[in-house]
């Protein structure tokens, strides 16, 4: 059997140990080991590999930003920084119809600010806004639904780890894929207000509202969320400015954070213990994660599947955007039942040489960039695409009231705006890419 042979065959086995709930990371470590012993045929060059695989992958200086990171999203769980956001966002627009589902939108946009992680996000914002929104009259499907949708936005808006694992893969600037980012982000988070919006039109008894607040207690609400504008400022501004390198900024954030949480009351010595102790558990998780994918994609360099592909699809006669929307198609599908994390690491190292041996007529930079941003927001539409997107499985865990049938209807609005959007940012790249020019 030819190294092609393996390599293609290694995928459903992949598809196969994930589906009876092995670890990804093992998985693809142990397919990439067996596989690669295959190839040589002798295990001496199999053991080398894993000691030069694992030295180099865990020496990358650009990978110390995801601990830091972790640990910002810890200190603002802690420093009450989502309740500040979600409860200023309500003071102004929870009158509304609707208007406290998308106080929800836009404090997970603002805690995905901070965090960086789409299920942290969403489990975050879900043991804030869930009682608030059931207080306030919100029917069960429409209330999981937001949350869940809402929780995507925690890797679009930059900071993102996700973009970090993306541009340490493709070798791009990581200061320029969260400035890309940051637009596509404005608009899933504007696209699922719109979608509330409708939704209270068109079903109004699903939808509640609460009193008016008085304009002091606005105010006084608005005050409280300084410290989320000014960490993403000083980290995304730092960083694009020059100040300091992403590994800095996420230093500087997981400082300011840390500050926030002491300033509140949230941190003390055992809630220090417990962040520091979280952050290394979710580090060690994702890092498993990167050796895994790091050994698989060396024993697929090896049998020279990338390349077979790429030369494949250049010489089908197939349009660019045809490959394109088909390997965007993919992602969804993938989605479905794996995290975005292993997804990036599983399937970038294949699809991204194949479409950048395609003319899409923008620079290597701007190509990269913009596929980039565009599998990032494919990925996080299949976390909340039924019937098994994870998103849904975190918030429906903790609304066990609430029918999982109920939240699947109501997110297929969330999931047709995603799709509207992608179809834009496909269609117009400078979109994304404009921020490269300045």
Not at 304 to 321: K, N, Y
Not at 365 to 375: K, M, Q, R, S, Y
Not at 393 to 401: E, L, P, T, Y
């Amino acid at each position: 059997m030819s190294g092609v042979e393996l390599a293609a065959w290694s995928f459903p086995i992949l598809l196969f140990l994930i589906f009876v709930r092995i670890p990804i990371g093992l998985a693809m470590l142990v397919c990439g080991l067996v596989g690669a012993w295959l190839v040589y045929g002798t295990t001496a060059p199999v053991l080398n590999q894993l000691k030069q695989v694992t030295y180099s992958t865990f020496s990358s200086y650009s990978l110390s930003v995801i601990p830091l990171f972790l640990l910002m999203g810890q200190f603002a769980a802690l420093g009450g920084l989502s309740q500040a956001l979600f409860k200023a966002a309500e003071a102004w627009i929870g009158h509304r119809k609707g208007g406290v589902a998308m106080a929800a939108v836009g404090a997970c946009a603002g805690f995905g600010a901070i965090c960086g992680s789409s299920l942290a996000t969403a489990a975050t914002m879900g043991q804030v806004a869930l009682p608030e929104l059931k207080k306030a009259g919100y029917a069960g499907g429409i209330s999981t639904a937001t949350l869940a949708a809402g929780g995507t936005l925690g890797i679009l808006i930059p900071p993102s780890v996700v973009l970090v694992i993306y541009a340490i893969l493709t070798e791009q600037n990581i200061a320029k894929l969260f400035l890309a980012a940051f637009v596509p982000g404005l608009m899933a988070a504007i696209g699922y207000v719109i979608v509330i919006a409708l939704y209270a039109r068109l079903r109004p008894k699903e939808m509640g509202s609460k009193p008016p607040m008085p304009m002091a207690e606005r105010w006084k609400a608005t005050a409280k969320v300084w410290p989320v504008m000014l960490i993403f400022v000083a980290v995304v501004g730092g960083i694009y400015l020059g100040f300091f390198t992403p590994t800095e900024g996420a230093a500087v954030g997981a400082f300011g954070t840390g500050v926030a949480a002491w300033m509140s009351g949230g941190l003390n010595r055992k809630s220090l213990v417990g962040a520091v102790m979280g952050t290394a558990v979710a580090t060690g998780m994702i890092f498993m994660i990167v050796l895994g994918a790091g050994v698989y994609n060396t024993f697929l360099a090896l049998s020279q599947l990338p390349q077979e592909a790429a030369q494949m699809v250049v010489g089908s006669g197939l349009s660019p955007m045809v490959v394109l929307i088909s390997i965007l198609v993919i992602y969804v599908v993938l989605g479905c039942f794996m995290d975005s994390l292993s997804m990036i690491l599983l399937t970038v190292p294949v699809f991204f040489p194949i479409v950048t041996a395609l003319d899409f007529g923008l620079s290597p930079e701007e190509f990269a960039i913009w596929f980039g941003i565009l599998v990032l927001i494919v990925v996080e539409v299949g976390l909340i695409t039924p019937p098994v997107g994870m998103n849904l499985f975190v918030i429906n865990s903790m609304a066990k009231d609430v029918p999982i049938t109920a939240t699947y209807r109501a997110i297929l609005p969330f999931v047709a705006s995603d799709f509207i959007r992608t179809a834009i940012l496909v269609a117009f790249p400078s979109i994304v890419i404009f921020v490269l020019r300045f």
